[in-house]
T-cell receptor, first 117, second 113 residues
Framework: NAGVTQTPKFQVLKTGQSMTLQCAQDMNHEYMSWYRQDPGMGLRLIHYSVGAGITDQGEVPNGYNVSRSTTEDFPLRLLSAAPSQTSVYFC????????????????FGEGSWLTVV | GQNIDQPTEMTATEGAIVQINCTYQTSGFNGLFWYQQHAGEAPTFLSYNVLDGLEEKGRFSSFLSRSKGYSYLLLKELQMKDSASYLCAVRDHGNSGYSTLTFGKGTMLLVSP
């Protein structure tokens, strides 16, 4: 993948535990986002950021927190994990997404497989 | 909100042509993407349409009709490695003023010998 790094790749949590999924990109992208992917549901947007200090909610934000203190990093926090948060999580970034530049592609990280028991 | 529909599954034969349709409803359309996703991997970019018409890129082509809220991805000379999920995604301007990308549920394509 083109410079989007997600960690960890696999994680098992107990209900009620907290954890942070890390996402970093080295392409100086302004736009970063988190999606979750569940069978039969497709990719659903959790939170996104259009630059350092600016975040907004997506389609399924409940149970997740984000912050964007630097351009490079966009961590996703689960404060109290629930079995419904068992999913594959993808971080994505792009250079200039909100301005609608033609052909501006989005780069995805390799995914994080999270199981909450 | 947005509504994006695409078939759940399709099957085709190696060497054939297949067309995957996508219909969408959105209030602030600003482009349509197609992504390919192999099992256990991240989506990878295939094509982008923002104006009506056909965009061709090798064996893959994508068509858009904004007035009909309709797009298709055309795959020619199918190969076994084309077996994957194909995701239609629509970008629009949300209420916050920022663009977001919404994905359909994906079409699983199985290519058989």
């Amino acid at each position: 993948n083109a410079g989007v790094t997600q960690t960890p790749k696999f994680q098992v949590l107990k209900t009620g535990q907290s954890m942070t999924l890390q996402c970093a990109q080295d392409m100086n992208h302004e736009y970063m986002s988190w999606y979750r992917q569940d069978p039969g549901m497709g990719l659903r947007l959790i939170h996104y950021s259009v630059g350092a200090g600016i975040t907004d909610q997506g389609e399924v934000p409940n149970g997740y927190n984000v912050s964007r203190s630097t351009t490079e990093d966009f961590p996703l926090r689960l404060l109290s994990a629930a079995p419904s948060q068992t999913s594959v999580y993808f971080c994505a970034s792009s250079l200039d997404f909100p301005k609608g530049v033609a052909g501006n592609t989005i780069y995805f990280g390799e995914g994080s497989w999270l199981t909450v028991v | 909100g947005q509504n994006i529909d695409q078939p759940t599954e399709m099957t085709a034969t190696e060497g054939a042509i297949v067309q995957i349709n996508c219909t969408y409803q959105t209030s602030g359309f600003n482009g349509l993407f197609w992504y390919q996703q192999h099992a256990g991997e991240a989506p990878t970019f295939l094509s982008y349409n923002v104006l009506d018409g056909l965009e061709e890129k090798g064996r893959f082509s994508s068509f858009l009709s904004r007035s009909k809220g309709y797009s298709y991805l055309l795959l020619k000379e199918l190969q076994m490695k084309d077996s994957a999920s194909y995701l239609c995604a629509v970008r629009d301007h949300g209420n916050s003023g920022y663009s977001t990308l919404t994905f359909g549920k994906g079409t699983m394509l199985l290519v058989s010998p």
